[in-house]
């Protein structure tokens, strides 16, 4: 069963990417709405780091596993997210981090599209089926923390890759198996350390945890900024509070 929902729960949350790439196929998105729904996502995903994931470690492994897990997650996000960038900047100019890559890689093919997408969304993944594991309930406020923050994420890349001349079926099967990868990868996940004990699962989770923590800051509140400037901190905290009532509520 837990397999089950994990699937099911990542499938949902990861899956908003394709939402995301089908409002962009069919309309003309602004560029400050795009912005707006990223800056309400990284709300939302920093009131689920924070009431959800880190106290759930906390609570299976202690304060240790935590921070051990967390700060090597948000390193090697990081690292990961520099990798890239020098590996972009060879073929332009613009290497500020991942996600303002992404769509401008189209036209050499998405190969640093990809790569950076998954860089974000195995930790994703990840985090969802050991919510499952550590829990054994659906992890709501993860799915829907997580979805909000792949629909901008989904958006704005397929703007971009549209612009690059790339047929809505080739953008659709790429992020369908971005998905369809990531959900693999939360079950393998669950498969593997569904027996672990609780401090491990606790580092594995606070590992994917700081990850994503170094995600929204590099990436998506940035990209939001840079679009909504001041309305931008409004936004976000809106989404805090609605993540925050949904986990008082749940």
């Known amino acids: ?85 020098r590996q972009s900047a060879r073929h332009r100019s613009d290497s500020r981090n991942i996600s303002a890559r992404r769509g401008g890689d189209a036209e050499e ?18 985090v969802i089926g050991l919510s499952v594991a550590l829990s054994g309930q659906f992890p709501l406020a993860v799915v829907a923390a997580i979805g909000l923050s792949n629909i901008p994420e ?17 953008i659709l099967g790429l992020w369908a198996g971005i998905t369809a990868t990531t959900v693999v990868a939360a079950v393998l996940g669950v498969v593997f350390l569904a027996d672990a004990p609780q401090a491990v699962l606790a580092v594995v989770v606070s590992i994917a945890a700081g990850a994503l923590l170094a995600m929204v800051c590099n990436a998506m509140i940035p990209e939001a900024f840079e679009d909504d400037h001041w309305a931008t901190g409004l936004i976000a905290t809106a989404g805090f509070l609605v993540a925050f009532v949904m986990n008082e509520l749940t």
Do not use: H, N
Not at 57 to 77: E, K, N, S, T
Not at 157 to 167: D, N, Y
């Open 1 to 85: 069963m837990d397999l089950v929902t994990t699937a099911v729960a990542a499938a949902l949350g990861i899956g908003t990417l394709l939402i995301g790439a089908g409002i962009a196929i069919r309309w003309d998105v602004p560029r400050r709405g795009v912005a707006g729904i990223m800056a309400f996502g990284a709300g939302v995903m920093v009131a689920t780091l924070a009431l959800e994931l880190v106290v759930e470690a906390r609570d299976a492994g202690g304060v240790m596993p935590v921070v051990v897990g967390f700060a090597g997650g948000a390193i090697l996000y990081v690292a990961g997210d520099r990798l890239v960038a």
């Open 154 to 170: 989904g958006l704005g890349g397929s703007v971009a890759m549209k612009r690059g001349g790339k047929s809505a079926r080739s």
């Open 109 to 126: 093919g998405g190969g640093a599209f990809a790569v950076g997408a998954l860089l974000d969304g195995i930790p994703e993944a990840i």
